[in-house]
Every structure is written in C-alpha cells, then in structure tokens.
C-alpha cells in the first residue's frame, strides 16, 4: 500500500446511523413546530454537527437552541443508537484488513462527538482496531470541513497528512480531507459518486469490501 496510514470517517463510513440520528433530530425539530421528512432532514444535517444549523433551527421554530435541548438531544440519540446502530456492511472486514497492511496506523477523525462515536465503534465490533485512535472535531479548534481533525489523527501516527488516505462519505468532509492534504476515497453507495468527485474526492468506491483493493491500487494524490 502507498499510503503510510489511513483515516476513517465515521457515520455513513463505518456505521449505518445517520437515518438513526436524523430520525430523531427530525422528531425533536417536529416537538419545536418544524415538520421535515427524514430525507429532507438528512438532506440538510448529515455531514454537519446539530449546532452548524442552528441559525436555520431558530428561524424555522422561532425558538432558541439551548444547550438543555442539545443535551435531550444527545442523550435520545445515544439510546436510539445503542439501540439499533450497526455496522455498514463490509466496514468491519474492510477496517481489519486495512488495520493489517497499514501495520495499525488507522484512525477514526469524526465531526461527531467522542461519547458517539467510541459508543457506535464499541457496538459494532470496530473498537478492537481502533481504540485509541479517535478524533473528535468538537474537540479540535475547528470542526470538518476544516482540516483539523484530520491533521491531529495525521499527527499521532507520526505521519504527514499527504502521506495519509481519508475515506469519507459527505462533501463536508470531503472537504477536510482535501484542505488536509490526504488523498479522499470517497464512499458512494447510493450513486452519488459524481457530485462527491466534485466536492474534491480523488477516487470513489460504492462497496466497502472494494477499499482494501482500491487503497492498494492507488497513488498518492498529485
């Protein structure tokens, strides 16, 4: 494999949660008198933290974000996902065998929040390959699409981000990984391939039991 380490994403990469998420989300927002369907609601939030929208929050219920709805938020969220929360199909055996041909240098670099994320790696069999390896964008200076979650993971395994592959699955954070330097392999299971290249993505897959082969096939980016 070119590439001295790999950096995952997480919701929508590794785990099947963003209709989880935004199920909720859309139930809470609906409790505020704003009624959105769950594509409408994913359309808008996947890819960005609750807060990035705030704004577009209070003007449609005339109502503020407080940090106590935030915090309801998290805590209906976390039930409903240790509820039902799974793995994407072939990530667990994608993560193992790029765990092995990057000599363990992988990380998980999320916009989420840490209790999230370690939460859903735990349940669904990934945290053995990952534990101690995971990068809040809540915890950086600046969440996705700015680089720096990226950059830290980069940074702990002692390897510089343009040696580094990011897999992703949203123009978000496409967009981090780009602005980081690495080279983005961009997950497209739903034919979105062609609007992900255009957020900057340098190779596309739409199965995750193809990564492994894509990763070891490509070049680092020009």
């Known amino acids: 494999m070119k590439f001295d380490a790999v950096l995952f994403d997480c919701d929508g990469v590794l785990v099947d949660s963003e209709p989880i998420t935004n199920g909720v989300l859309r139930d809470m927002l609906e409790e505020l008198g704003w009624r ?3 594509q409408t609601c994913m359309e808008i939030f996947v890819g960005k933290a609750v807060l990035d929208e705030r704004a577009r929050i209070e003007a449609e219920t005339g109502r503020p974000v407080t940090p106590e709805w935030m915090a309801e938020f998290r805590v209906r969220r976390n039930a409903a996902l240790e509820a039902q929360v799974g793995a994407i199909a072939g990530a667990v055996q994608a993560v193992a065998a790029v765990h092995a041909s990057a000599q363990g240098r992988i990380a998980c670099a999320s916009g989420a929040d840490r209790v999230k994320v370690e939460m859903q790696l735990q349940k669904v069999g ?4 990952l534990q101690g390896r995971v990068f809040s964008g809540h915890e950086m200076p600046r969440s996705k699409p700015h680089p720096d979650v990226y950059l830290a993971a980069a940074q702990s395994l002692g390897v510089p981000a343009g040696r580094c592959a990011v897999v992703e699955d949203t123009a978000t954070g496409i967009a981090a990984g780009v602005a980081a330097g690495a080279t983005v392999f961009a ?18 897959f739409t199965h995750m039991d193809a990564l492994h082969a ?5 070049d680092l980016r020009a």
Do not use: E, F, N, S
């Open 36 to 38: 959105l369907d769950l």
């Open 126 to 129: 990934l945290w053995p390959y």
């Open 187 to 204: 997950y497209a299971p739903a034919g979105q391939g062609d609007a992900l290249r255009q957020a900057g993505a340098h190779h596309v």
């Open 214 to 218: 894509c990763l070891l096939g490509a």
